[in-house]
């Protein structure tokens, strides 16, 4: 069972919009949340986290929106930039049984069309 | 400062063979991590450590040990290859868990044949 999902395998947003990115998850036990920026053949870049007693954090262009009760989150930038075209990964952390990595989501491939 | 430095970039091994990736970071991270990624799939933990000599299991571990004598090391081990682990390889390392983040290296492509 995938516990944390990201719906949209990919968006298209013009440039100077807002480009939101939502992901679900199933397990309450996570206490962290993060997401991830990638390059084709480079390693993910951690962009923003928000810890599970927060529900906004905001860093510069990045705002993660965190929703508890419906076990949601999101991701705003704003304003979309060229430069923003990647794939966005979800993952979170915690969730019981001892593992101290993270889970990810498939990720969402985000295009900024000028 | 070079971050996490994962060695080979590329690789091609035939069913059987053994091999170990290598990772190496020098910001002085207690937390590494290894992760395998497949097309149209997120990231998926292999092998955690917490510190040098505490190892232990991820989402999917078989086939594949660790060992963490070091801080700086954490190399990941294919014991017999088979092709299921065609893969990119990605190690990982952080100064703890929860907000701070982990540092990626660039990945390794392995090609089981």
């Known amino acids: 069972d995938q516990q944390v999902k990201q719906n949209s395998p990919s968006l298209s947003v013009q440039e100077g919009r807002i480009s939101i990115l939502n992901c679900d998850y199933t397990?309450?036990?996570?206490?962290?949340f993060l997401w991830y920026k990638k390059y084709p053949a480079e390693g993910p870049t951690f962009l923003i986290s928000i810890s599970s007693i927060k529900d906004k954090n905001e860093d510069g262009r990045f705002t993660v929106f965190l929703n508890k009760s419906a076990k949601h989150l999101s991701l705003h930038i704003v304003p979309s930039q060229p430069g923003d075209s990647a794939v966005y990964f979800c993952a979170a952390s915690g969730g019981g049984g001892g593992a101290d990595g993270l889970t990810f989501g498939k990720g969402t491939h985000l295009i900024i069309q000028p | 400062n070079a971050g996490v430095t994962q060695t080979p970039k590329f690789q091609v091994l035939k069913t059987g063979q053994s091999m170990t990736l290598q990772c190496a970071q020098d910001?002085?991270?207690?937390?590494m991590s290894w992760y395998r990624q497949d097309p149209g799939m997120g990231l998926r933990l292999i092998h955690y450590s917490v510190g040098a000599g505490i190892t232990d299991q991820g989402e999917v571990p078989n086939g594949y040990n660790v060992s963490r004598s070091t801080t700086e090391d954490f190399p990941l081990r294919l014991l017999s290859a088979a092709p299921s682990q065609t893969s990119v390889y990605f190690c990982a390392s952080s100064y703890g868990r929860g907000l701070y983040g982990y540092t990626f290296g660039s990945g390794t492509r392995l090609t089981v044949v």
């Open positions: 397990n309450s036990m996570f206490d962290y």
């Open positions: 910001m002085n991270h207690e937390y």
